[in-house]
């Protein structure tokens, strides 16, 4: 089968998967879920057939996510092996080939400036990867994603080691104008955890008839929107002149985030200990607070710059009658070197292009192959 057949096929199941809840596997037609995962196997073998080895590490891992721990015999046929064993060297040798492009990423840093340079980098990776126990000594802390070992922290960050902090106190009143005007005239806002099913809105954000986390976003997962930048051009140029954390597809998350009156965000854990998330209060009622679980709670004040390492297990509550409202970025870890930062943005972007669907919209040289 073509390229262009494989691809049409798949689209089609996706775009049947797209009608079931969202986020709700019991939603979904499971028949449906292992088509789609056989459909990126053959993608996979397809591309890797033609020499496109990144494509077809996307497509592995897509099948996985549509299928995982559910190998089977249907499986093995699809990628036209003979038995387990051949598959779970398949499988270990997609694994190699992943985990060789992700050290690859930063290897050009490692050349340059000598691995002692990148050596935390390192190895958070290899704990990611498995193949080291990476973790913090903490128990409360755990990333979801990736642990920068080395890196100081008690969870609760003097914001005066970052430079970021201390841009946003000073135009505290500036920005604090853009945000009532926003509140006062009603300005389009979204929820903050994005499109969930009840249920699993539920796990992260609790309270009364109206409680609800909103936010505002100058940019998320990375993306700037440039209306609301547009919108609030005092609160954007103290953002574009701060030192912010910077991966593309990733971070920063800026956002206006607001609170609404009695709800409560459930503690939860952020993905990694490299950057910190700053927030710059705005409008607090009485009793809002931050709570690192087992560490103690901060109540945030009026201009008062507060910063965390959101990889401890967290939470927060309004129980006020009133929106509580804070301007909330990420930075940096201020330990970490510029190779650092580099390395661990390389890395990232990597890690995500693999973690991502394979662009569909020019595979003209694909196809080439598929039917030379």
Request: glycine share 6%.
């Amino acid at each position: 089968m073509s390229t262009h057949a494989l691809m049409h096929r798949l689209q089609e199941q996706q775009a049947m998967l797209r009608e079931a809840p969202i986020c709700s596997p019991s939603g979904w037609n499971q028949a449906q879920v292992q088509r789609c995962a056989y459909s990126w196997m053959q993608l996979s073998a397809h591309w890797m057939a033609h020499g496109d080895e990144q494509r077809a590490l996307q497509a592995w891992f897509q099948a996985g996510q549509h299928l995982p721990q559910q190998w089977n015999v249907q499986a093995l046929q699809v990628l036209g092996l003979t038995d387990e064993l051949a598959l779970a060297q398949r499988s270990a040798d997609m694994s190699a080939r992943r985990a060789a492009q992700l050290k690859a990423s930063f290897g050009h840093l490692r050349e340059r400036n000598g691995p002692a340079s990148v050596f935390r980098i390192d190895r958070a990776l290899a704990g990611y990867l498995g193949q080291a126990r990476v973790f913090s000594s903490h128990p409360s802390q755990q990333p979801k994603l990736l642990y920068v070992p080395g890196l100081s922290t008690a969870g609760f960050v003097d914001p005066q080691s970052i430079a970021l902090a201390r841009s946003l106190a000073s135009a505290y009143a500036l920005i604090r104008e853009e945000f009532e005007a926003a509140l006062q005239q009603g300005d389009a806002h979204e929820p903050f955890m994005g499109r969930l099913s009840p249920e699993v809105e539920r796990r992260y954000v609790s309270g009364g008839a109206v409680a609800s986390w909103d936010a505002i976003f100058f940019d998320r997962h990375g993306q700037r929107h440039n209306d609301v930048h547009r919108r609030y051009p005092n609160t954007s140029a103290v953002l574009d002149a701060a030192d912010r954390c910077h991966i593309p597809m990733q971070s920063p998350e800026t956002c206006f985030s607001i609170l609404r009156p009695h709800t409560r965000i459930e503690p939860h854990y952020g993905v990694t200990n490299a950057r910190l998330v700053v927030h710059l209060p705005l409008k607090v009622p009485p009793g809002c607070y931050l709570e690192l679980v087992g560490l103690g709670r901060h109540a945030w004040r009026e201009g008062e710059v507060f910063a965390f390492d959101d990889t401890f297990f967290h939470a927060a509550e309004n129980p006020s009658d009133q929106v509580r409202g804070i301007l909330l970025t990420d930075a940096w870890h201020p330990e970490l070197s510029a190779v650092e930062r580099e390395a661990f943005t390389d890395l990232i972007t990597t890690l995500t292009t693999l973690e991502s669907a394979p662009e569909w919209a020019d595979d003209s040289s694909a196809e080439r192959a598929a039917t030379a």
